[in-house]
Structures are given as C-alpha cells and as structure tokens.
C-alpha cells in the first residue's frame, strides 16, 4: 500500500543554502501555508554569533561580533521545477528547476541550493546514481532560443559541478540519461544517441537512428529500450549491442514514458490517442498488452525498479492514481498542497515523495 509522504507533512520551514567544497550557508525557506508552494517566502533570520579568543597578560577576552543580518527574498512565484530524482533509497535527492539545482539529504524534509549552473539553463532530464555520488543532468542554454545543449555534472554528491558541451547538437533536446553495463547513455529527441565511459565528463556519438521522435530510453540488466515515433508509427526498440545496432522489439501505439523492471519482465507506458492519455501494462515480457487506464489530462509515471508500485500523475488536476498489482488496476488520491507536479518513489516502495 502506498503511503505518500506529502508536502504537508514535511516542517513549515525549509533550510535552503550553498554548497561548496569549504562551507555551507544556511538561509530558511518558511512555507506560507495559504498558497503555493512556488510563493513560499524566504523568511529573515540571523548569523550565529562569532566569539573570538584574544590572550592578553594571560587573561583570556571575548569579544562579541555584533550579529549580522540575512538578507532575505519571498521565492518567487516563477520558479519551475523539472525533474526530481533521488538514489536507490532516495535519502539523497535532487531537483532540477529554472533557479538552478536543489539537493536534500533528509528525504526532501531540507533543502539547499547547489553551485549547478542557474542563469539561463533549462534542465530536461536528470539522473542520479544508486549512491548518489554521481548527478548528470541534460539541458539547453539560452534566455528564449536554445544556443546550446550540454551536460552538467557532479562526482561528489552535488558539492562541485562540471559543464560537458556536446558538439552538434543545437536545437536538439536530450530527452533521457541512464546507466548500463557501467557506462552512460542518452539519447536527443532526434534519434542521436551518445555514450560515456567517465561519468558524463566526455561524450562519444555512437548512432544515428533514423528520422523519428524518440524518447523513454530505458535500461534492463541485459539490454537498452527507448521508444521511436515516426509518421503515427510507434516502435518500442531494443538493443543488445550498447545502442551500435536496434532492432524492433514491439510495434505499440504512440507512446512516451516507458518503464521497464530491471528483469524485464513487467513493462509500462503512456499512449496518447485523442483526447485519451492511456495506459498500456504488459506483465509477460512484452508479449500481451493490456490498457489498464485512460484520462484526458496528460499525465506521467512513476515506480520502484520492478514495476510493481505505479504512481500515475494527473499533470493538470493535480491529482495522483496509484496502483500496488503492476499497474492492473488504479486508485484515486488528492493529495494536499501537492503543487509542483513532484513525485519521488526509492527502488522498494519504501519511502514516497509528493510535493
């Protein structure tokens, strides 16, 4: 059973700061509980006070600084948060937003601000270890037209960070980043597919897959997935050489979102078909389907690594359906202060995140 550990129930105040290699400042985010959370205000506060120790004829002075104030600003209403994405038991958690990168280390109970790039960055997708050491994100630079497309990087648990620019690839959007076989991979919407040996620091193009849209690259423990639209035509594609060569693993409807159980067995994914956003189950390692729900508002998926425990997100009703049989059968729930369409789930359906 499901047991969502909403906004709501996390502390009215939010320690939000920087982090470097030598400190970290703290400020406090307090929650204001009659609107969103997106208008949260950023509340005043002071700095410890400092003593110092000064030896004089053997007597020992302190001497006070006199405290110094924070200077604070209401979080403003424009921030949009992307992508949230934690490691294996989610005690360590990033999310990706217009503002820059935001970490916690208490199961998203505190927050502080990273030193990852801010001005002018739009994060696509993100991807976090199982030890959270390593943090690679997927983003386009420019203020209104994309300029460029890279790759943004941590090795320490998101103290420092490093920016991998990828050649040719302008106007171009990576839709997803994964780990298999000890290496990364990801994919652009238009079908190029990339590949890196030191965790996100170099890139080496290794396809060029046909004209199509292409998204949902997912990894198993023995092959690579990702789905290809092209002319209402809709692939689900594998591949057991490390993305060299695909081959057509199901013709499906037109889909996005696909997740896959690391044995392979359990497969899930979003086809839209006017006006419906359905969803597909198959439970025999994508031999038999079966549409197990269907909206008219787009939604999004979550789930632990088998598949088993489903969160569906209803994007524009703030609403979320939950499924604890694979995604057979779903129920209804209406999450409280649930604001910024974020929904977080570890590898055994342990620990729940809504906010």
Known sequence: ???????????????????????????????????????????????????????????????????????????????????????????????????GIFKSIDYGKNWLITDAPKKHIQYNCLLVSQDGQNIIAGANKGSFLVQDTLVVYSHDY?????????????????????????????????????????????????NSLKKGYYNSLCSTTSKLFLIKNSNDITYLLGSRTQGITWYNFKKINRAYNLLISKNQQNFIYINYSKPNYNIYVSKSYGKVWKKTF??????????????????????????????????MTWKKIKPQNFKNNLVLMNHDNTFQLAL
């Not at 106007?171 to 780990?179: A, F, G, H, S, T």
């Not at 290496?183 to 190029?192: A, D, I, N, Q």
């Not at 994007?315 to 049989?325: A, E, Q």
Request: proline fraction near 2%; include cysteine; charged fraction near 25%.
């Open 158 to 206: 998101g103290i420092t960070w490093g920016v991998s620019k990828i050649k040719d690839l302008k106007n171009n959007i990576i839709r997803k980043i994964v780990e298999y076989d000890d290496e990364l991979f990801f994919v652009t919407e238009k079908g190029l597919l990339f590949k890196s040996k030191d965790k996100g620091i170099n890139w080496k193009q290794i």
């Open 294 to 327: 269907s909206l008219k508002s787009r939604i999004y998926l979550v789930s632990d690594e088998n598949c088993k425990n489903v969160v569906c997100v209803s994007v524009k009703n703030k609403v979320l359906y939950i499924s604890n049989n694979y995604g």
């Open 1 to 99: 059973m499901f047991n969502l550990v909403m906004f709501k129930q996390s502390p009215k105040t939010i320690s939000i700061g920087n982090a470097n290699k030598t400190s970290i400042t703290y400020r406090v985010l307090k929650r204001n509980e009659n609107v969103s959370h997106k208008i949260g205000i950023l509340s005043g506060g002071l700095f410890p006070k400092k003593t110092e120790m000064i030896q004089h004829k053997k007597k020992i002075l302190i001497t006070e600084k006199k405290p110094k104030t924070v200077i604070t600003k209401p979080l403003l209403d424009n921030i949009n948060y992307y992508n949230i994405k934690g490691n294996r038991k989610c005690d360590i958690i990033f999310v990706t937003s217009n503002k």
